[in-house]
C-alpha cells in the first residue's frame, strides 16, 4: 500500500467517521431529554463496562489481522494471508461467545464494585453485542490489511444509522417502566447496530472473497507458514495489542471507579456525583469525534507500515510516519482550538447540557492523545509491541494516581479527571518518542511538525472567537436565543475552517500532494491561484 493509497483510505475512512461522530452526537440532546444528566451517567457508567470487555474481544485480533495480512502481501504470500484471516475470525467468534456469557454473569459484581448498581441492567443488556462485534471486527480487519477501507467505512456508517434510530426508541418506550430500565432500553441499539454491521460486512466478503494477484504470481516463490506458525504470529502480534489497549480501558474503568468515589469524598452527593460523570462522559463523547479522524488515520496507516517494514523499506517507513504524525497534527490542533473556543456555544447549540467548562479547559488534551495514538501505531507497526504497552501502562498509572488527589479537592472536582489525562498522556507521548527515535530509528520532530498547524490553528482561534461573539450580539432581532447561537456556531465554524486552510496555505501547511487525498470532483472546484500556491 503506498502513501497515495494510505492518504485514500484515510479519507474513506475520515469521511464515514465523521458521518457516524455526527449522528452519535445528534442523538444525545433526545436521550438526555428521555433520561436526564443522572440517566446519562448509569448509561454511560454501563458503557464504560462495555467498552473495557469490548477491547479485550476485539482490539488485538483485528489489528494482528490487518498487519499478518499486509506483510503477507507484502512479500506476495496470498495463500496465508487468506489462511491467517481464516484462523483470526476462528479465534475472534469463539472468544466473542465467551466474553458475552462473562459480561453477563459480571453484571451484578461489576455495577456494585464501581459505585453505579443502578447500571446492572444496561451492562446487562450490552453482553449480547460483543458477539456480533466480534465478527465485524474480523471482517474489518481483513478488508484494512488488503488496503480496502470502504466496507470499513459502509458498515460503520450503517450500524450508527440503526444505533441510533432504536436507542432512542427503546429508550423512549422502556422509560415508563424505571430510568434504569430505559437505560437498559438504550443499550439495545448499540447490538442490533453491531448485528447490521456484521451483515454489511459479510455482504462485502461474499463479493470480496479473493485476493487479486499478479500474472507472475506461480513463478514466484514465497515462504509457506504451517496454521501453527501462523497461530504463532496471530497471538504473537494480537496478545500484546490487546494488553496495551486492555490496560489503558482497565485504567478507565478504574477511572470510573474512581472518579465517583473521590468525588463522594469531596463531598457530593451519589446524585450530584453521577450528573458531574454526565459532563464527563459527554465531553469525552465530543472529543472523540474529532480522535476517531486520528483512529482512522490510524487504521490506514498500521497495515502501510507493517507492509514496509516486512519489504524492508526504510524510506517508504519514514515517508509514512511522518505523513501519519504531520495529519494527525493538522487535525488535533485546530479541532482543540475550536472546541475550547466555542464550548459555551457548541454545548448550547447541541442542547448537551451542563458540564461545557470541562470542554474549555480540556480540550487540548485531544493533541496529547492524538499523538501518542499514532506513536502507538507506528511502534506497532515497527513490532515494539511490549515497549508501547510498558509505556501505556506508566501513564495510566500517573493518570490514577493525579486524578486521585485532586478530584477530592471540591473546588476542582471534575476537572481533575483533566488534570490527570494531561500528565498520563504526557508521560508515553515523552517515552514513545525516545523508543521511536532510538529503536525504529526514526526522528519525528514533532515540534517542528506542529508548528505551522499552531500558528494557524492560534489565529484561527481569534478569529473564531471575535466572529462568533459578533454575531451573538449582531443577531438579537432575530429573538430567540437558540437560533441566534446555531447561527452563530456554525458561521463560526465555516470561518474557522476557511481561515486554518487560508493561513495553513500562506506558511506552506499543506502541500499539493494533500489535494491527493480529495475526489478528483473537489479538486476541481479549488481555484487555479491556490493551487499555483501550493506549488
Not at 10 to 34: C, E, G, N, Q, R
Not at 137 to 150: E, H
Not at 209 to 238: A, G, Q
Amino acid at each position: 500500500m503506498g502513501e497515495q493509497s494510505t492518504s485514500k483510505g484515510f479519507a474513506v475512512l475520515s469521511l464515514a467517521t465523521i458521518l457516524v461522530k455526527v449522528l452519535s452526537i445528534l442523538y444525545v440532546p433526545v436521550l438526555l431529554a428521555i433520561i436526564g444528566e443522572e440517566g446519562n451517567g448509569i448509561y454511560a457508567a454501563a458503557y464504560q463496562v462495555y467498552v473495557f470487555i469490548y477491547v479485550l474481544t476485539n482490539s488485538g485480533l483485528p489489528v494482528a489481522i490487518s498487519k499478518l495480512v499486509a506483510e503477507l502481501i507484502a512479500v506476495k504470500n496470498y495463500k496465508d494471508a487468506v489462511r491467517s484471516f481464516k484462523i483470526a475470525r476462528a479465534l475472534l467468534l469463539a472468544l466473542g461467545i465467551f466474553m458475552s456469557l462473562l459480561m453477563a454473569l459480571l453484571a451484578g459484581p461489576l455495577s456494585r464494585a464501581l459505585h453505579f448498581e443502578r447500571s446492572y441492567l444496561a451492562i446487562l443488556a450490552l453482553s449480547p453485542t460483543l458477539l456480533f462485534t466480534s465478527t465485524t471486527s474480523a471482517y474489518r480487519g481483513f478488508f484494512q490489511g488488503r488496503g480496502n477501507m470502504v466496507p470499513t467505512a459502509v458498515s460503520q456508517v450503517v450500524e450508527q444509522i440503526v444505533n441510533t434510530l432504536f436507542t432512542l426508541v427503546f429508550a423512549a418506550i422502556f422509560i415508563k417502566y424505571s430510568l434504569e430500565a430505559a437505560c437498559a432500553g438504550g443499550t439495545v441499539g448499540t447490538s442490533l447496530g453491531a448485528f447490521a454491521a456484521a451483515l454489511v460486512l459479510l455482504m462485502f466478503y461474499s463479493r470480496n472473497k479473493k485476493i487479486k494477484v499478479p500474472s507472475n504470481y506461480r513463478i514466484i516463490e514465497v515462504k509457506r507458514h504451517t496454521y501453527k506458525e501462523l497461530l504463532m504470529k496471530i497471538l504473537h502480534y494480537s496478545v500484546p495489542i490487546t494488553l496495551c489497549v486492555g490496560l489503558q480501558y482497565a485504567g478507565n474503568l478504574v477511572d470510573l471507579w474512581n472518579t465517583k468515589s473521590r468525588l463522594l469524598a469531596a463531598g457530593f452527593s451519589d446524585s450530584v456525583a453521577t450528573q458531574l460523570y454526565s459532563y464527563l462522559h459527554k465531553y469525552q463523547q465530543l472529543i472523540n469525534a474529532p480522535l476517531s479522524i486520528i483512529s482512522a488515520l490510524s487504521a490506514a496507516v498500521l497495515p502501510a507500515i507493517s507492509g514496509a517494514v516486512a519489504a524492508k523499506d526504510r524510506d517508504s517507513v519514514n515517508s509514512k510516519v511522518n505523513y501519519a504524525f504531520r495529519m494527525c497534527l493538522m487535525i488535533s490542533l485546530p479541532a482543540a482550538a475550536g472546541l475550547s473556543v466555542l464550548s459555551s456555544s457548541i454545548y448550547q447549540f447541541l442542547k448537551f447540557g451542563g458540564g461545557w467548562y470541562i470542554m474549555l479547559y480540556g480540550s487540548f488534551v485531544l493533541v496529547l492523545m492524538s499523538v501518542v495514538q499514532i506513536q502507538s501505531i507506528t511502534m506497532q507497526g515497527a513490532g515494539l509491541l511490549y515497549t508501547v504497552t510498558m509505556n501505556q501502562v506508566l501513564g495510566i498509572i500517573v493518570k490514577i494516581i493525579v486524578n486521585y488527589f485532586f478530584i477530592a479537592i471540591p473546588s476542582i472536582n471534575i476537572l481533575g479527571t483533566i488534570i490527570g489525562s494531561v500528565f498520563g498522556y504526557s508521560v508515553p507521548l515523552v517515552l514513545n518518542t525516545i523508543a521511536i527515535k532510538k529503536r525504529v530509528k526514526i526522528n519525528i520532530n514533532i515540534p517542528k511538525l506542529a508548528l505551522k498547524p499552531f500558528i494557524s490553528a492560534v489565529i484561527m482561534g481569534m478569529f473564531v472567537y471575535v466572529v462568533n461573539y459578533l454575531l451573538n450580539n449582531i443577531l438579537g432581532f432575530l429573538h430567540s436565543q437558540y437560533i441566534i447561537n446555531a447561527l452563530s456556531v456554525i458561521i463560526s465554524i465555516f470561518v474557522g475552517v476557511v481561515t486554518y486552510t487560508l493561513y495553513m496555505i500562506i506558511t506552506g501547511g499543506i502541500t499539493a500532494s494533500d489535494l491527493d487525498v480529495l475526489p478528483k470532483k473537489l479538486t476541481r472546484f479549488i481555484p487555479e491561484r491556490i493551487k499555483a500556491m501550493l506549488g
